[in-house]
C-alpha cells in the first residue's frame, strides 16, 4: 500500500535560507493538497492542483512561498527566504474525484516539519 | 464563509468511558463532513465522513451523525481504550474542495 510520502520528514535552517519539500501523492490520484500546521492548531489550507495545474492558493501563501507540479505527479512546495515564523508542519494531501464534487476524501501525508533558526 | 469549531481539550478518561468530541460549522452549500486523527508521530488519518444531513459516519466503534438544523457532526464512542489517546480533528469540505479544521481535541485515556 503506497500512501502519501513526503520528504524530508524534518528540516532545520536558518533564517534566509531557502527550503524544498517534495510531496509524492497516491499514484491514481489527480488532486494534491498543501496545508501548514501549526503546534496546537489545525492543518490551514496553502493551495491545490488538479493535475498540474494550480487551481487554488490561500492569502496564506505569501509571494515567498511557491508550489509545482510539473507532470501532475509529484509536488513541491519551495519557502524562499524562510522567516522564524515559517516553523511549521508541512502537511501534503492527494485526493482523486470529479471537479466541485466536495465529497472525496483526502488522505494526508506524515508531513514535513521545518524549524526556522 | 466556511469554518469549524471543535470542543477544546485535552480530555482526559478513563478506560471504558464514554466520549463525546463536539464539532459545530458554519458553511456555504451543503458541505461534507469529516473527523480525522493523529496519533503521536503521525499523519493525519481519516476516522469517518458523512455526505449529506442525517448521515451516519461510523469507523472503529466511533460515531458522528450529520446534523444540518444543529449544524453539528459530534464525534461519540460508547467505551475508549488506551489505544484512542490521540488528538482528533473535525473537517468540512466545500465546493472548492478545499478542508477547513477545527483546532484539534487532545484525548488521553488511561487505564
Known amino acids: 500500500d503506497t500512501g502519501v510520502s513526503q520528504d524530508p520528514r524534518h528540516k532545520i535552517t536558518k533564517r534566509g535560507q531557502n527550503v524544498t519539500f517534495r510531496c509524492d501523492p497516491i499514484?491514481?490520484?489527480?488532486?494534491l493538497y498543501w496545508y501548514r500546521q501549526t503546534l496546537g492548531q489545525g492543518p490551514e489550507f496553502l493551495t491545490y492542483?488538479?493535475?498540474?495545474?494550480?487551481?487554488?492558493k490561500s492569502r496564506l501563501l505569501s509571494d515567498r512561498f511557491s508550489a509545482e507540479r510539473p507532470k501532475g505527479s509529484f509536488s513541491t512546495l519551495e519557502i524562499q527566504r524562510t522567516e522564524q515564523g515559517d516553523s511549521a508542519m508541512y502537511l501534503c494531501?492527494?485526493?482523486?474525484?470529479?471537479?466541485?464534487?466536495?465529497?472525496?476524501?483526502?488522505?494526508f501525508g506524515p508531513g514535513t516539519r521545518l524549524l526556522v533558526l | 464563509g466556511n469554518s469549524v469549531t471543535q470542543m477544546e481539550g485535552p480530555v482526559t478518561l478513563s478506560e471504558e468511558a464514554f466520549l463525546t468530541i463536539n464539532c459545530t460549522y458554519t458553511?456555504?452549500?451543503?458541505?461534507?463532513l469529516f473527523w480525522y486523527v493523529q496519533y503521536p508521530g503521525e499523519g493525519l488519518q481519516l476516522l469517518l465522513k458523512?455526505?449529506?444531513?442525517?448521515d451516519k459516519g461510523s469507523n472503529k466503534g466511533f460515531e458522528a451523525t450529520y446534523r444540518k438544523e444543529t449544524t453539528s457532526f459530534h464525534l461519540e464512542k460508547g467505551s475508549v481504550q488506551v489505544s484512542d489517546s490521540a488528538v482528533y480533528f473535525c473537517?468540512?469540505?466545500?465546493?472548492?474542495?478545499?478542508?477547513?479544521f477545527g483546532t484539534g481535541t487532545s484525548l488521553t485515556v488511561i487505564p
Open positions: 494531501a492527494s485526493s482523486s474525484g470529479t471537479s466541485g464534487s466536495g465529497q472525496e476524501t483526502q488522505y
Open positions: 499514484s491514481e490520484h489527480n488532486r
Open positions: 492542483f488538479q493535475n498540474e495545474a494550480q487551481l487554488e
Open positions: 458553511a456555504t452549500g451543503y458541505p461534507s
Open positions: 458523512a455526505t449529506k444531513a442525517d
Open positions: 473537517a468540512l469540505s466545500g465546493a472548492g474542495n478545499q478542508f477547513y
